[in-house]
Every structure is written in C-alpha cells, then in structure tokens.
C-alpha cells in the first residue's frame, strides 16, 4: 500500500482546522461507560492538561455516563478556547441497567441536542454525529432519512452547526450527503480492522475527516504480538505505533484515543511525533495481514 510522504498536522472539521490527534472523552465515566469516575479530580485533570497541550478537538456524548463526561467537560474547561471543537453523538440512551438502546425518533434527537447544550454549556453544538443503531457492533443498512431530517431541522435552528455520522456504512453516507452536508464519519477502524479502507479514501479525495475508534480493537494474539516487535523496536508502546500508522495512513483522519490516566495522555500525544520508517510500515502491513 502507497501511504502519503507527510503527515499534516490539522485537518479541517466542519470549518474549522484541529490537530488530528484529539482526545475521546469516553474512558472519563464509570466501568462500561456507566455512572461517575472512580476519581473525579484525575478525570477534571486529563481534560485539562490535553487542551494545555494542544489538543483542539474533542469527542464526547451525553449518553456517556449518562451525561457525566459533558459535566466533567463543562466543569473543567468552561468558558470553552476559541479553538476548542467539541464533537458529540446522538442516536442512542442508556437504560438504568447501563444497556444502550436505540433514540432515534424526531423527538428523542431533540431531546439529546438540548441534553447536549445543557450539560456542555453551550448555545450550540459545533459537530453532531448521528450514530446508526442499525448493529450496535458495527455498520449495518437502514435508511436515516428521519432521523437525518430531523437533525438537518435542528441544525436550521442553529442549535447545530454541523453534522456528522458514525457506525455507517458508504451508502448511508450517500444518501445522507443529499439530505445535508456530512462534516465527518466515525467508524471502527485500524491496522488490522481494514473494511472502511476505501470508504477513507473516497473521503479523503471530498476533503471530509474520518475518525477512528478502537485503535486496537479486535487484535488477534498474532497480530498484537507483531505490533508489540515493532514498537519494541522502534522504543515506542503499541498504541503509539498503531496511532501513527492511523496519521500515516490519510491526511482525513483525526485521531480521539481515549484514557482516564494524564500519564497515558502524554504517551497518547507523543504518537504525533512518532516516524515510522518505511521498513516500519512494511512490517505492519505484514502484521496486519497476520
């Protein structure tokens, strides 16, 4: 595979140009994205030494918690930097046993924009990803003309500046490209987990970012043993060299690992200064096919 020479520092989301390696709120609640931080200085504190090292784009969600990361986000960042993009996603609630169950109809997506705006402190939501419940494990075909409508309504209203879409597939992104502008996509994807391989360089070629999730997931012991000899060889930790294979794969991905630890943070960020050698990227490509 033909990778690009360099690997650029921002790319622009909605209107505006982030560093591709953000930060994913996600880890910030409880076990199984449920209830409160075990520690919620330490979850105060990661948010804010990732926006005082750069980071200008973050992912996050009221059904996080739920509504604990975008408290936590509120808490320890607001009033927001000019240059903050707070990326959020609707589509789904959780239930009191913690279980994620579809929210899609006009007036469930109301209510999460507004839950959104409240627990963020926001007038309005820069990026709002519409994340397709079709599967809960990965993409899967159904139309989103509704909920898309109703979200194109809420975006007329200015309580959307822009919208996005997650767990899709490439003709849900067609067809949602008629109804409005997609401003980015969010699937599953990394070195080995390679099905939206084409779907990120048609993007790439409309100028819309895709964003990654589960950077290591799905990993067999083969695999993770050879990603391991890598960054063993190379005086990196795994999840350093699989977010900068992510850089080097296309200038439209934007990156959003997640931790709760500021120490794991910091090994996150410096995978933006990680090169990986051609020999390097030879290897993974082997790893991958493992």
Known sequence: MTYPQTTPATFVLGDRAVRRLGYGAMQLAGPGVFGPPKDRAAALAVLRTAV????????????????????????????????????????????????????????????????????????????????AMFDVHGPAEGSLEAPLSALAELQQQGLVRHIGL?????????????LCRIA??????????????????????????YVPFFPLGGFSPLQSAGLSEVAQQLG?????????????????ILLIPGTSSVGHLHENLAAGSLNLPQEAMNRLEQVAAG
């Open 166 to 178: 997650s767990n899709v597939t490439a003709k849900q992104i067609a067809d949602g490209q008629r």
């Open 52 to 131: 005082e090292a750069g980071v200008n784009h973050i992912d996050t969600s009221d059904f996080y918690g739920p509504h604990i990361t975008n408290q936590l986000i509120r808490e320890a960042l607001h009033p927001y930097r000019d240059d903050l993009v707070i990326v959020t996603k609707i589509g789904c609630v959780r239930g009191a046993d913690g279980s994620w169950n579809l929210a899609m109809s006009a007036e469930q997506l109301r209510q999460a924009v507004h839950d959104n705006l409240r627990n963020l402190g926001l007038d309005r939501l820069e990026v709002v990803n519409l994340r």
């Open 236 to 252: 990196a930790t795994p999840m350093q060299v699989a977010l900068a294979w992510l850089l080097r794969r296309s200038p439209n």
């Open 184 to 209: 980015c996509v969010q699937n599953q994807y990394n070195l080995v987990h390679r099905a939206d391989d084409a779907l990120i360089d048609s993007l790439a070629l409309e100028g819309v970012p």
